[in-house]
């Protein structure tokens, strides 16, 4: 019988193994605890505002987590796992796990699927998290409750993604009682050889020649849709910048695109053949007037 009013509480909510979760609760991180060996997953959410969840654990559990570092309310979340902010009291959701993952700017600019493993510590599928069998210690587990486990994903990246964009995958975090938590992925777009991203606008040097720059062209410029012809004017200056409008990188939010700048360089042969000396004498005659003149 439980004649304490708290331990029937107790009971009511988690079962007969109500004990059990508070013992691995107050020393959690050790063999009983839902993350053995220093295993350990970063949480998307702020414990304070966790609300009813948090609460229901201060409840079932007091002050156990307060007794381990001082702190009340948070610690209960960060050893129980990961419900979500105002969820009822029930079965424990699975903990909201956090990863990284590495992308091409190409990837970002055209949205990609990646895939990729995921190692976590998940309730045993043997036991369901009990840690025992018809009353003995589980055989897959030996009596921990908790086993690694490897999954293989497949999640979909939206285009116009940046570095520190979180793509959030539902269902696939932590294992536990009350279903899967989720993933959050913690994106880092890779630098590009050719392309600066500065937010949603792409920033390109394009070196031409003295010739072009003077006389005027037509020169193909890459863009992430490819190549397209770009008018250069007669008497372009070194550093001029052109826009390419709807070129940069689409928007998460809004719909549309950036746009592309393109700031040329005019570059000059390292070394010259006679025949080009003789030319670049020629126009240094005909170009009596003096450039540095305006520098006084």
Known sequence: MLSDTEKRRRYDTLGPDWQRYAQAGA???????????????????DPGDLGGFSEFF???????????????????????????????????????????IEISLDEAF??????????????CATCGGTGHVDGRPCPTCGGRGWQRARRDLDVKIPAGVRTGSRVRVTGE?????????????????ADHPLFERRGDDLHLELPITAPEAALGATI?????????????????????????????MPRLKGGGAGDQLVRVRIVVPA?????????????????????????G
């Open 220 to 248: 193909d410029v890459p863009t992430m849709k490819g190549k397209v012809s770009m008018k250069i004017p007669p008497g372009t200056g070194s550093g001029r910048t052109f826009r390419l409008p709807g070129y940069g």
């Open 110 to 123: 055209h949205g990609a699927r990646k895939s990729f493993s995921l190692e976590l510590e998940e309730p």
């Open 58 to 100: 201060r409840t079932i559990f007091g002050d156990l987590g307060a007794r381990q570092t001082g702190r009340r309310g948070a610690d209960i979340f960060e050893q129980f796992g990961g419900g979500r902010p105002g969820r009822t009291a029930g079965p424990a959701q699975g903990q909201d796990v956090q990863a990284s």
């Open 27 to 45: 020393g959690a991180g050790g063999p009983q605890g839902p993350f053995p060996g220093g295993f350990g997953v970063e949480y998307s959410g």
């Open 173 to 189: 975090g932590g294992g536990g009682a009350g279903g899967r938590g989720d993933l959050y992925l913690s994106v880092h777009v």
């Open 271 to 295: 070394s010259v053949t006679e025949p080009e000396r003789a030319l670049y004498e020629q126009l240094k005659a005909l170009r009596m007037d003096n450039p540095r003149a305006y520098l």
